[in-house]
Nanobody, 115 residues
């Protein structure tokens, strides 16, 4: 059973920074794409950023230039560095991990941007 555990959320003021971490364990197969999604109250889940095993990245337009995704393949861990945070970034952030044809989700971590 694959476990996906996020950490690093919290409350931050507008303009501040946070770094999220996500560690995957228990996979029999090589971890391929890893990504971050978010869901704000009353809205659907949306892609924030994804990264392939070879470190090709893709970002939502709303976070380009402010967020950076990177990974450590040896640790099956993905990170999301979030800078210049805005109130509209407030959401539950979920980590998604792909292995073979399977996708696994973490339990989510709350990020709140407020003064």
């Amino acid at each position: 059973q694959v476990q996906v555990v996020e950490s690093g959320g919290g409350l931050v003021q507008p303009g501040g920074s946070l770094r999220l971490s996500c560690a995957a364990s228990g996979s029999r197969f090589s971890i391929n794409t890893m990504g971050w999604y978010r869901q704000a109250p009353g809205k659907g889940r949306e892609l924030v950023a994804v990264i392939t095993r070879s470190s090709t990245t893709n970002y939502a337009d709303s976070v380009k230039g402010r967020f950076a995704i990177y990974r450590d393949n040896a640790k099956n861990t993905v990170y999301l560095q979030m800078n210049s945070l805005k109130p509209e970034d407030t959401a539950v952030y979920y980590c998604n991990v792909g292995a073979l044809t399977y996708n696994y989700w973490g339990q989510g971590t709350q990020v709140t941007v407020s003064s």
